[in-house]
């Protein structure tokens, strides 16, 4: 039997721990060289794909580069060497190496680079920052009573019904159902020419709008009818699975200073730039991987005392207004943990190659 996996397999697989439809709009997550049938020999991840990172691929034998951040942001028109994007490019398509991106789709679920960083600093009570809004439908259809828990069965497996910490979540309402089938149907109920009323259940589910086909296929099979009623709705509803930043709280709270400094050791920051420690002690924390000063007056209305990200600019400092402690920690240091959630779920799920993580230190800003 063979244990071959390939390029497919694992970009598939990628999608459903951080399905592409959560990236943001600027973003360029997923497949951006390689062939989906190639078979993968070994996996090398990273934050950032440098030419650095492809020539290691090459030496390590692995032929698919996992980056946290994707190499190509924005379109270009020549592949001539003449920019590092470019060259890196060029080295992969010339070495058969297949180059993967997972970014903001991985900051934006619940289990993804946030909660990691949460986790390294003592966190508990997590909840995301900024639930998003558009990423939810809800699912309406109609059944005989008899095969309601089938049904409902069914869409529970495929991921309908989740909402928050509360699984199989659904709403029925009883009602009847009227119908006439013509000569060429085949009725589960009834006969050709015949009007017909059923005793039926009207089931109600949420799912994620990713988990869609997969819902609709388990509702199809499970459901007794030859023709399915059913109609999906987009729902404003924000979703608490899916979003960016994250806050929770300390086990119990902490001089701002000395946790400012356990932030330093354990994010491994050359330095830490923060406003003035407007509270002596701290225990509410919002957080953000990467590029944070968007969910600046977020984490305040949220009630955070001190909010974690990097990339502040200097006049966005002053947003902190002595309500809240910003702290930036830079922004290779805030996702560096990336490469430790990546290993984590590929060694877990797949053993026909190896994982390696990437001793190449990518972080283009020194400290002195």
């Given at each position: 039997m ?10 598939q697989?990628?999608q459903?721990?951080?399905p592409?439809s959560?990236?943001?709009s600027y973003?360029?997550s997923g497949?951006?060289?390689?062939e989906p049938?190639?078979e ?8 950032d794909?440098t ?8 030496e ?5 580069i996992?980056?946290?951040h994707p190499i ?14 470019e060259?890196?490019l ?7 190496i297949?180059i ?10 619940k289990?993804g680079?946030n ?6 600093l003592?966190l ?5 920052l900024?639930?998003?809004k ?7 259809t109609f059944?005989?009573?008899?095969h ?5 069965g ?20 009883e ?5 006439s ?6 009725p589960?109920?009834?006969s050709?020419?015949e009007?017909?009323k059923v005793?039926?259940?009207r ?11 997969n819902?609709?296929?388990a ?6 009818y ?9 729902l404003m509803?924000e979703?608490?699975?899916v ?5 929770g ?6 001089d701002s200073?000395?946790?400012?400094q356990?932030v ?6 050359g330095c830490?730039r923060?406003?003035?420690?407007c ?5 509410k ?7 944070g000063?968007?969910l ?14 990097s990339d502040f600019k200097?006049h ?7 309500q809240?402690?910003?702290?930036d920690i830079?922004h290779?240091e805030s ?8 290993g984590n779920?590929l060694?877990q799920?797949?053993?026909s ?9 990518t972080?283009?800003?020194?400290y002195l």
């Open positions: 063979s244990t071959k996996t390939t390029l497919a397999e694992v970009t697989f990628l459903q721990l951080a592409l959560y990236q943001e973003d360029n497949l951006i060289t390689g049938d190639w993968v020999t070994g996996v090398l991840i990273t934050l794909c030419e650095e990172v492809v020539r290691e691929a090459k390590t034998g692995c032929n698919l996992i980056a946290h190509l942001f924005k379109p270009i028109q020549k592949l001539t060497g003449s920019h590092y994007v060259r890196t060029i080295q992969a398509i010339r070495n058969n297949a993967y991106a997972i970014h903001t789709n991985l900051d934006n679920v289990e680079v909660r990691m960083i949460a986790e390294k003592g508990t009570n997590l909840k995301i900024a639930p998003k558009d990423t939810l439908l809800k699912l309406v059944c005989p009573q008899t309601t828990q089938q049904v409902l069914a869409l529970h497996q495929a991921g309908a019904g989740q909402i928050g910490e509360y699984k199989n979540c659904s709403f029925t309402l009602g009847t159902g009227a119908f089938p013509t000569d060429k149907a085949k589960f109920i009834g050709a020419q009007a017909e005793k039926e259940d089931i109600e589910v949420i799912l994620p709008k990713p988990l869609e086909r819902v609709l296929k509702l199809r099979s499970a459901h007794p030859e023709e399915v009623a059913y109609y999906l709705s987009e509803n979703n608490q699975e979003g960016s930043g994250m806050i709280d300390l086990p119990e709270e902490s200073l000395k946790f400012l356990t330093k050791q354990v994010m491994k920051a830490i923060h406003t003035a420690l509270y002596p002690k701290v225990r924390i919002a957080l953000c991987g990467g590029a000063s968007f600046i007056q977020t984490a305040k209305k949220a009630g955070a005392q001190m909010f974690i990200s200097y966005e400092f002053f947003e902190a207004e002595n809240i402690i910003l702290a830079g290779y996702e560096q943990f990336t490469k430790d959630l990546i779920v060694k799920n797949f053993v190659f190896a994982s390696i993580f990437s001793k190449t230190i972080n283009p800003i020194s």
